[in-house]
């Protein structure tokens, strides 16, 4: 790839009507605009997320009104509520299988950490555990324009993917996986309570 | 001199063939330049709403459906021309009311043979 055009000769150029574009802007922005995400919801928060997508807020501004019913279809993974640990491995299994570039955001409390549930004996703690998560939405259940943020962040996020160089993007690296293994039913948890390679609790500092 | 009409013909083939190639193509080259393939066990296994499929996708249903199809089909038959022969009752002839006896006559030698074969059981 060459080098990124100078900003001030671009702005310059677009004001004698010449729009200059780079291949990877071209792919980032008809990618970020077009975002289907995948059709499942898992507790209230899926409400809140079916408000999102219907007229009063409408996720179509954004180009992310087509929740397609496949995993093979679907560009973003809304994780829209309680995750139980009966539901992890099929939770998984559709990040899995669902094609590449694939974005996940985990929506609301539960999603995120375990929610008010946290403290029980069948709830994951945190959908990141298995799948790396792209955007975080934290309430309970966070409202719609929560979760329109969340979809901004991540065409920000998109838009800010690099096609080429050592920092491109995950879906981009050949060494990068694309299918996480998937939790078994132990006799009494989920085997493997996490994914080493995803999940990096945060360093509890004690003074 | 004016084209061979069928020079158009021509070209509209030659079009649809190149349309859909062009995406084709396009792919192919993005996915040899720029993004690798990572087919897996997970994301080629056959799509079961996240569940583990059983068996093969590509089965057989058991012919005995068309029973099921036949029962169907006598009914909804029966519905469509019933319908119309009710709005239009009053100014029928006797001919035609006749006639559409005979025919529901039939569609009922139908159910009754189905239902004499026994598929109107819902344990078989």
Redesign the interface.
């Known amino acids: 790839m060459t080098e990124p055009i100078d900003e001030r000769l671009r702005s310059e150029l677009q004001q004698h009507g010449v729009w200059v574009t780079s291949m990877q802007e071209l792919y980032n922005w008809g990618r970020k605009n077009s975002i289907w995400p995948l059709q499942f919801g898992l507790a209230c928060c899926a409400i809140e997320m079916i408000a999102t997508a219907a007229s009063r807020y409408d996720i179509a501004r954004f180009g992310g009104e087509i929740f397609r019913p496949?995993?093979?279809q679907a560009d973003l993974m809304i994780v829209a509520g309680t995750v139980t640990k009966k539901m992890a491995?099929?939770?998984v299994?559709?990040y899995?299988?669902m094609?590449?570039?694939k974005y996940v955001i985990a929506m609301g409390a539960c999603a995120i950490s375990g929610g008010p549930f946290k403290q029980g004996y069948n709830v994951l703690k945190g959908i990141d555990r298995y799948i790396p998560v792209d955007v975080y939405i934290p309430g309970c259940p966070p409202r719609p324009e929560a979760l329109l943020h969340a979809f901004m962040e991540l065409q920000r996020k998109i838009d800010s993917q690099k096609?080429?160089g050592a920092d491109k993007a995950e879906?981009?690296?050949?060494e990068q996986?694309?299918?996480f293994p998937?939790p078994l039913f132990g006799e009494h948890d989920l085997e493997s309570s996490a994914n080493p390679g995803v999940f990096h609790p945060p360093e509890i500092e004690r003074a | 001199m004016t084209p061979n009409p069928y020079l158009f013909i021509v070209i509209f083939v030659g079009v649809a063939l190149v349309f859909p190639l062009i995406p084709l193509a396009l792919a192919w080259l993005w996915r040899r330049f720029?993004?690798?393939p990572?087919p897996?066990?997970?994301?080629t296994?056959i799509?079961e709403?996240?569940?583990?499929s059983v068996g093969d996708a590509h089965i057989q249903f058991h012919s005995q459906y068309y029973l099921y199809a036949i029962i169907f089909l006598v009914f909804d038959v029966e519905a469509i021309f019933l319908v119309p022969f009710a709005v239009a009752f009053t100014g029928l002839p006797i001919g035609a009311f006749i006639a559409i006896l005979v025919f529901l006559l039939l569609l009922v030698e139908g159910l009754v043979w189905a239902w004499g074969k026994g598929c109107l059981d819902w344990e078989h």
């Open positions: 496949s995993p093979r491995p099929q939770i299994r559709l899995n299988q094609a590449d570039p096609l080429s879906h981009l690296k050949p996986p694309s299918e998937v | 720029f993004q690798p990572k897996g066990p997970d994301k296994s799509y709403c996240g569940v583990e």
